[in-house]
Structure formats: structure tokens, C-alpha cells
């Protein structure tokens, strides 16, 4: 199992970036996919999710109306579309993949780091 992030990196406040994250080793579509975020200093949190079956999403509220979550099924492959990005978004950003019965996710990515200062 591979869960592979990338389009991390150095943005000024506003701006936008996009991460993917590329599954492989088990079946995509079968799993709900989450994009978590660790601070330094911090626990890591949830940023958002989005199902395997009807592709409802939910994000944290600090995200919100800033950040999408979506997925392609064919390509395996899940993304974080964040716009608007504010200093305190500054983190490692992680990709998590899990089955729909539990509450966190069974599969990791290494992580890419995000950091938004002028």
C-alpha cells in the first residue's frame, strides 16, 4: 500500500496550492480519503474527507468555504484544492485512506509540508 502526496511548498497569505495524494496497493474506491494537517507543537487534525460511496465531504470549520476536497476514482488518486490560504494553514499536510466502518484512517502518506508567509 502507497499513499503518495505531492504540490506542497511556500505560498504568500491569499494565495492558493494544490495537493494530490496517489493510492495504490488496495482498492481506492472502496475507501473513504481524509487529508489531516500537523503544526508545529500541535496535535495532528483532520482538515477534511470525502465518502467512497456518494462523495460527501466534511472539513473542518476552519477550512471551510476555503478549502475542497475531491476525488478521481479512475486515476486513484484524491486532492486539496486551498485557496485563500492564511499563515495559521501552515503544516505538514497528510493523506489518510480508510474503510467506512472506521473513524481513522488505515493507510498514511509521508506527508508534504505547506507553508504560507510572505
Known amino acids: 500500500v502507497q499513499l503518495v502526496e505531492s504540490g506542497g511548498g511556500l505560498v504568500q497569505p491569499g494565495g492558493s496550492l494544490r495537493l494530490s495524494c496517489a493510492a495504490s496497493?488496495?482498492?481506492?474506491?472502496?475507501?473513504?480519503m481524509s487529508w489531516y494537517r500537523q503544526a508545529p507543537g500541535k496535535e495532528r487534525e483532520l482538515v477534511a474527507l470525502i465518502s467512497n460511496h456518494d462523495r460527501s465531504t466534511k472539513y473542518v470549520d476552519s477550512v471551510k468555504g476555503r478549502f475542497t476536497i475531491s476525488r478521481d476514482n479512475a486515476k486513484n488518486t484524491v486532492y486539496l484544492q486551498m485557496s485563500s490560504l492564511k499563515p495559521e494553514d501552515t503544516a505538514v499536510y497528510f493523506c489518510?485512506?480508510?474503510?467506512?466502518?472506521?473513524?481513522?484512517?488505515?493507510?498514511w502518506g509521508q506527508g508534504t509540508q505547506v507553508t504560507v508567509s510572505s
Open positions: 496497493g488496495f482498492t481506492f474506491s472502496n475507501y473513504v
Open positions: 489518510g485512506a480508510g474503510p467506512p466502518w472506521r473513524l481513522d484512517p488505515t493507510y
